[in-house]
T-cell receptor
Framework: GQNIDQPTEMTATEGAIVQINCTYQ??????LFWYQQHAGEAPTFLSY????GLEEKGRFSSFLSRSKGYSYLLLKELQMKDSASYLC???????????FGSGTQLTVLP | DVKVTQSSRYLVKRTGEKVFLECVQD?????MFWYRQDPGLGLRLIYF???????EKGDIPEGYSVSREKKERFSLILESASTNQTSMYLC??????????FGSGTRLTVV
């Protein structure tokens, strides 16, 4: 089975840096994804890690350690529009189906 | 861009009704998925399909069935809707490396 843990809520200030952690236990690991979801909308793809290390994409970076079952999403220069839920998801299985964590609701304050 | 279209944005049905949720993708993806999303529980996988006429149960298949007669279309069926199936339903398709593309979701209310 799969088990994915991430914090329920986080708060940060505009312009700051925030790190959202995700730990997982899984069999048949194919990769780890981060999605962003604004209220009332569908999730949108942010990043994908399959090998250990850091993937950088503009203001967003994601890190993976497969041996530790650990990932984080780093958001820099926070903007008000970054207020959203951030979903950690692990890919496994024949169809590379995703198992999602419950999501971290990030609130960015002015 | 990949487009995944769900037929209804909002739906209200009565207890005991048979409900069909339709999903169509336009990028020839092999894999399609149905999730439900509930507060505090996140997205939970109901069923998925990796080819036409092929289907696999996800984590919470009870009370649901699916149909995939054509590659681009994946339907979720609630055989006899119940109030505990009130939820947001999300369809997705995938091409492996970049994970899923989601539809806009169907908010189903069963009364």
């Amino acid at each position: 089975g799969q088990n994915i843990d991430q914090p329920t809520e986080m708060t940060a200030t505009e312009g700051a840096i925030v790190q959202i952690n995700c730990t997982y236990q899984t069999s048949g690991f194919n990769g780890l994804f981060w999605y962003q979801q604004h209220a009332g909308e569908a999730p949108t793809f942010l990043s994908y890690n399959v090998l250990d290390g850091l993937e950088e994409k503009g203001r967003f970076s994601s890190f993976l350690s497969r041996s530790k079952g650990y990932s984080y999403l780093l958001l820099k220069e926070l903007q008000m529009k970054d207020s959203a839920s951030y979903l950690c998801a692990v890919s496994s299985g024949s169809a590379r189906q995703l198992t999602f964590g419950s999501g971290t609701q990030l609130t960015v304050l002015p | 861009d990949v487009k995944v279209t769900q037929s209804s944005r909002y739906l209200v049905k009565r207890t005991g009704e048979k409900v069909f949720l339709e999903c169509v993708q336009d990028m020839d993806h092999e894999n399609m998925f149905w999730y439900r999303q509930d507060p505090g529980l996140g997205l939970r996988l109901i069923y998925f399909s990796y080819d036409v006429k092929m289907k696999e149960k996800g984590d919470i298949p009870e009370g649901y069935s699916v149909s995939r007669e054509k590659k681009e279309r994946f339907s979720l069926i609630l055989e006899s809707a119940s109030t505990n199936q009130t939820s947001m339903y999300l369809c997705a398709s995938s091409s492996d490396r970049y994970g899923y593309t989601f539809g806009s979701g169907t908010r189903l209310t069963v009364v």
